[in-house]
């Protein structure tokens, strides 16, 4: 049974004009009819370029968004759009990890009891345990138990996101999303968070929804990955399959465009070039969402849209790469 199933989810966001009588004239295309499943103890990778909808999603499995269609279910409970009092036990088992360590943490507060919130919220323990209890996460995260009355602006970068990774396991949650937990901190901070993160995920049996806009970053934390665009899920594949086997050209390009140590393999698998802009999600464009800046599409990609489809390897685009054409039709390259 899967822990998570997102089916043909989305969220759009209303566009207004005027000042004073304020009236709609469009809406965000943030999130348009994403479906995805998560197995207990698996790490499913997300990954696309900044504003395709990465975040979003996040937000509305956990709850944080109301959702304009689509279902979301959570260990076989419908959670969608839940009320804020319908929606609390679930905070214990979905807790998100934010981006910014800096922006994430009240500066304020004194960490001890930035970590200490949830148990707080969720009435766990007398004031003594829930002390003990933060300092043994503090321990378990890499962190001095006894610069717990410390504030954050004391602490390092690579230190602030250990704080908020022991806020998020405070509760010993089932699910955690990481919403780009590492993509403020330096190369080497980053690779010590990622460490982090698999050694919990194998001591607690945690399953996480790790999000990024860098392949390679997912590249050894994940078990799937899945790829979007404006939106949309493009490819969804086993993340070795995925990285030795890209079938969509938007996959391909974001992976020709990731960092590799052996030059002579760089120089082997090339470097794919996108032309253009990302197009505004306010006016997608039709058929296939890529198909302006794609070098295989063809006439049929700017009139309907590919199917994500396919067996273990999905992915949504008429003329995959390694696959053949639909009969009459041929593809740019």
Do not use: W
């Amino acid at each position: 049974m899967n822990l998570l199933e997102v089916d043909d989810l989305v969220k759009h966001f209303p566009v207004h004009e005027g000042a004073v009588l304020r009236r709609r004239v469009g809406q965000v295309h943030a999130v348009d009819g994403v479906s995805l499943t998560l197995a207990p103890g698996e790490t499913l990778g997300l990954v696309g370029e900044t504003g395709c909808g990465k975040s979003t999603l996040a937000r509305c499995i956990a709850g944080l968004y109301p959702v304009t269609s689509g279902k979301v279910v959570f260990d076989g409970q419908d959670i969608t759009n839940l009320s804020r009092g319908a929606m609390r036990p679930f905070r214990r088992d979905v807790q998100v990890m934010f981006q910014d360590p800096y922006g994430s943490l009240n500066p304020r507060r004194r960490v001890g009891s930035i970590i200490a919130d949830p148990l707080v919220i969720h009435g766990i323990g007398t004031p003594k345990e829930r002390r003990r209890a933060v300092a043994e996460l503090m321990e378990r995260v890499g962190l001095n138990p006894e610069h717990y009355n410390r504030f954050p602006a004391e602490f390092s970068g690579g230190q602030r996101q250990r704080i908020g990774v022991a806020r998020a396991l405070a509760l010993r949650p089932r699910l955690i999303i990481c919403d780009e937990p590492v993509s403020a901190l330096d190369v080497s901070v980053q690779a010590q968070i990622l460490n982090l993160l698999k050694d919990l995920q194998d001591d607690f049996g945690l399953t996480y929804l790790f999000i990024a806009h860098d392949l390679s970053v997912v590249r050894h934390v994940s078990d799937r990955i899945a790829v979007m665009y404006l939106g949309r899920v493009v490819e969804l594949a086993e993340a070795g399959e995925l990285y030795e086997h890209p079938r969509h050209p938007y996959a391909d390009a974001l992976l020709s465009a990731t960092a590799v140590a052996d030059p002579d393999a760089a120089d082997r698998r090339g470097r794919v070039v996108l032309t253009g802009d990302v197009p505004s999600p306010i006016d997608p464009p039709s058929g296939c969402r890529f198909h302006p800046r794609c070098p295989r599409a063809g006439d049929v990609c700017a009139v309907r849209e590919p199917l994500l489809e396919g067996a273990a390897h999905l992915a949504a685009c008429h003329f995959p790469i390694g696959g053949d054409p639909p009969a009459g039709e041929r593809g740019r390259s």
